[in-house]
């Protein structure tokens, strides 16, 4: 018994994970959040620390019922879906463009990718007052910040995933005397099919935190925005609340990306 | 007997279809400069079936990608009624000695892919690839992914997506190396089959020997590096042929002269691989 199970698990550990697995896995995820939460519910009672700091997660539950009544909530979220959306969009499409043309092209990615590179790990927020001189206050100048993080995160692994294409794959194609358009449709489009969806997976992450951190500097609409107004009035029950919201919906948006794009984390 | 000689005397009197002229290919330069390909020269005519045969590492491929227009970059010229090759020709189809179905399409859209280039309807694309599928033993695959399938299967699907797309000559590199010698003979004879009733003419590299003979109609023999034609064997053995032919003492005549030459220049290429190693070694 336990030998054939293991045996399956050996051949089939590649497609599907076993079940008791994720039953562990499942058990060990609910006790730490159990242990979590009775650790920040006996805190917040204990008086050790400043009541509005750690509020009970009574009154967090209670706020959170609140936010999801409020129309404000759910116009600021349609604000800030709509900025992340075009983010990606714009993003993932400029990026798509550069990467083929980096990992087809040797001189440009000989003369500009490094560039990339240096450019793709600083923090996009410090381009933000750039973005507002051009682009205004409103929702343009988070749109351009959230494509501009995207976009090197796309670049760069559609020109990794160019460049790992299976060369005799070109070959044949060519063989067959695939016009240029057809190479690039049916085969480079769908050998790099992985690694830029997983591309856009990323982007989505970078355009998010991009966009919130953008309206929590300067905005008048949005998640972010939000965000600071709660703050400003030191209603911390709310403050988390909207936190813990926050972070289910962009989970939401990444479990559908992941279900759209068919990679799964 | 006598109708296999006349079939060559009629075939000697046509014009070669691929003529490989004085093909030189090196690849880098200075002191680490590899020459793949000397001075190859020898020609097909329509409809036959020749062999190209040599040692691991003697140039095989890098031969078979120029004739296929693959590489440029080389001096000497390949033919094709009489005109020079620039890039793929029409009329040449090519099967890889690497892997080289599309992991995300299905055998029968593997199969497809040449008609689907060519704009082919779809129901006529799916009943011709239906049809090479079929040919190369894989029918009830159809609609299974490169990755359910074994190295062999892969390698009867690429075979078939190049012989669906009709080519008038059909280049191969090592297409059976990946198959056992069972399947090899089998698949063999559906080769010859089709080349005999469509008189496509034919290329393949090889390192097998007996392959080479139970298929061709003439064997050229590759020296190892660099790259030389040794020797041009004719292989008068009647046709049609099938598998059997095997068994013969013609054959196995064949085998035997043919290996002597093969072995001087196999043992050659061991040689320098173990003296390399041993410069590694020594150096390392
Ligand atoms: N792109 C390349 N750059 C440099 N050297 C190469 C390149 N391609 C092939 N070579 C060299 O050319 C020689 C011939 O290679 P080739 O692949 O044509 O051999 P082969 O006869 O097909 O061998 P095998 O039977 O193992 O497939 C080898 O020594 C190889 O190292
Ligand atoms: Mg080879």
């Given at each position: 018994?336990?030998?054939?199970?293991?045996?399956?698990?050996?051949?089939?550990?590649?497609?599907?994970k076993?079940?008791?697995?994720a039953?562990?896995t499942n058990?060990?995820r609910i006790?730490i959040v159990?242990?979590i939460a009775?650790?920040?519910?006996?805190?917040?009672?204990?008086?050790?620390?400043?009541?509005?700091?750690?509020?009970?997660l009574?009154?967090i539950g209670?706020a959170i019922g609140k936010l999801l009544t409020l129309p404000a909530f759910y116009a600021n979220l349609q604000v800030t879906a709509w900025e992340i959306f075009l983010s990606l969009a714009i993003g993932s499409s400029l990026g798509i463009f550069v990467g083929?043309?980096?990992?087809?092209?040797?001189?440009?990615?000989?003369?500009?990718?490094?560039?990339?590179?240096?450019?793709a790990p600083t923090p996009r927020i410090i381009f933000f007052?750039?973005m507002?001189?051009?682009f205004?206050v409103g929702i343009a100048s988070k749109i351009a910040l959230g494509a501009l993080s995207c976009f090197f995160t796309v670049a760069l692994s559609t020109?990794g995933g160019?460049?790992?294409?299976?060369?005799?794959?070109?070959?044949?194609?060519?063989?067959?005397?695939?016009?240029?358009?057809?190479?690039?449709?049916?085969?480079?489009l769908?050998?790099m099919r992985v690694p830029v969806l997983n591309g856009i997976r990323l982007g989505f992450g970078t355009a998010t935190v991009t966009c919130l951190l953008a309206e929590t500097k300067l905005s008048n609409q949005g998640l972010g925005y939000m965000i600071m107004q709660i703050y400003?009035?030191?209603?911390?029950p709310s403050l988390y609340g909207l936190l813990i919201i926050v972070f289910v919906v962009a989970g939401i948006g990444n479990l559908i990306l992941g279900k759209v794009t068919g990679t799964s984390a | 007997?006598?109708?296999?000689?006349?079939?060559?005397?009629?075939?000697?009197?046509?014009?070669?279809?691929?003529?490989?002229?004085?093909?030189?290919?090196?690849?880098?330069?200075?002191?680490?400069?590899?020459?793949?390909?000397?001075?190859?020269?020898?020609?097909?005519?329509?409809?036959?079936?020749?062999?190209?045969?040599?040692?691991?590492?003697?140039?095989?491929?890098?031969?078979?990608?120029?004739?296929?227009?693959?590489?440029?970059?080389?001096?000497?010229?390949?033919?094709?009624?009489?005109?020079?090759?620039?890039?793929?020709?029409?009329?040449?189809?090519?099967?890889?000695?690497?892997?080289?179905?599309?992991?995300?399409?299905?055998?029968?859209?593997?199969?497809?892919?040449?008609?689907?280039?060519?704009?082919?309807?779809?129901?006529?694309?799916?009943?011709?690839?239906?049809?090479?599928?079929?040919?190369?033993?894989?029918?009830?695959?159809?609609?299974?992914?490169?990755?359910?399938?074994?190295?062999?299967?892969?390698?009867?699907?690429?075979?078939?997506?190049?012989?669906?797309?009709?080519?008038?000559?059909?280049?191969?590199?090592?297409?059976?190396?990946?198959?056992?010698?069972?399947?090899?003979?089998?698949?063999?004879?559906?080769?010859?089959?089709?080349?005999?009733?469509?008189?496509?003419?034919?290329?393949?590299?090889?390192?097998?020997?007996?392959?080479?003979?139970?298929?061709?109609?003439?064997?050229?023999?590759?020296?190892?590096?660099?790259?030389?034609?040794?020797?041009?064997?004719?292989?008068?053995?009647?046709?049609?042929?099938?598998?059997?032919?095997?068994?013969?003492?013609?054959?196995?005549?064949?085998?035997?002269?043919?290996?002597?030459?093969?072995?001087?220049?196999?043992?050659?290429?061991?040689?320098?691989?173990?003296?390399?190693?041993?410069?590694?070694?020594?150096?390392?």
């Amino acid at each position: 018994m336990a030998a054939s199970g293991e045996i399956r698990t050996a051949t089939m550990g590649f497609r599907a994970k076993p079940n008791s697995m994720a039953r562990q896995t499942n058990i060990i995820r609910i006790a730490i959040v159990l242990i979590i939460a009775v650790s920040w519910e006996a805190l917040s009672r204990s008086g050790l620390v400043f009541k509005d700091v750690v509020p009970s997660l009574f009154s967090i539950g209670a706020a959170i019922g609140k936010l999801l009544t409020l129309p404000a909530f759910y116009a600021n979220l349609q604000v800030t879906a709509w900025e992340i959306f075009l983010s990606l969009a714009i993003g993932s499409s400029l990026g798509i463009f550069v990467g083929i043309l980096l990992g087809s092209n040797r001189f440009m990615s000989f003369a500009y990718e490094h560039y990339v590179y240096y450019l793709a790990p600083t923090p996009r927020i410090i381009f933000f007052p750039v973005m507002i001189m051009w682009f205004g206050v409103g929702i343009a100048s988070k749109i351009a910040l959230g494509a501009l993080s995207c976009f090197f995160t796309v670049a760069l692994s559609t020109a990794g995933g160019m460049r790992e294409i299976d060369k005799v794959l070109i070959r044949v194609g060519k063989s067959f005397r695939a016009t240029p358009m057809q190479m690039g449709l049916k085969i480079y489009l769908p050998a790099m099919r992985v690694p830029v969806l997983n591309g856009i997976r990323l982007g989505f992450g970078t355009a998010t935190v991009t966009c919130l951190l953008a309206e929590t500097k300067l905005s008048n609409q949005g998640l972010g925005y939000m965000i600071m107004q709660i703050y400003s009035r030191f209603d911390m029950p709310s403050l988390y609340g909207l936190l813990i919201i926050v972070f289910v919906v962009a989970g939401i948006g990444n479990l559908i990306l992941g279900k759209v794009t068919g990679t799964s984390a | 007997m006598t109708e296999a000689s006349s079939a060559a005397t009629v075939a000697s009197a046509t014009q070669p279809q691929l003529v490989i002229d004085n093909v030189f290919k090196q690849f880098g330069e200075g002191p680490g400069a590899v020459i793949a390909v000397d001075n190859v020269s020898f020609d097909v005519k329509p409809g036959e079936f020749v062999s190209v045969i040599g040692p691991s590492g003697c140039g095989k491929s890098t031969l078979f990608n120029i004739i296929g227009g693959l590489l440029d970059e080389y001096s000497g010229n390949v033919m094709i009624e009489r005109e020079r090759i620039a890039g793929p020709h029409k009329a040449v189809g090519m099967v890889f000695q690497e892997e080289s179905t599309f992991p995300w399409r299905s055998v029968m859209d593997n199969v497809a892919f040449p008609l689907e280039l060519q704009g082919v309807a779809k129901s006529e694309r799916l009943d011709r690839a239906a049809h090479f599928i079929d040919l190369v033993g894989l029918k009830g695959f159809e609609k299974r992914m490169p990755f359910e399938l074994s190295g062999g299967m892969r390698q009867r699907v690429s075979i078939a997506r190049t012989l669906v797309s009709g080519p008038q000559i059909l280049l191969m590199d090592e297409p059976f190396a990946a198959l056992d010698e069972q399947t090899r003979l089998l698949l063999g004879d559906k080769i010859t089959q089709i080349q005999q009733e469509l008189h496509q003419t034919t290329l393949l590299i090889t390192h097998n020997l007996t392959e080479a003979v139970q298929l061709s109609d003439r064997i050229v023999v590759m020296t190892y590096r660099p790259g030389k034609v040794k020797r041009v064997v004719n292989i008068d053995l009647p046709r049609p042929r099938t598998s059997d032919v095997v068994s013969s003492d013609a054959f196995g005549h064949y085998v035997a002269e043919i290996w002597a030459d093969l072995r001087e220049e196999a043992s050659r290429g061991m040689q320098d691989s173990e003296n390399m190693q041993r410069g590694r070694a020594r150096r390392g």
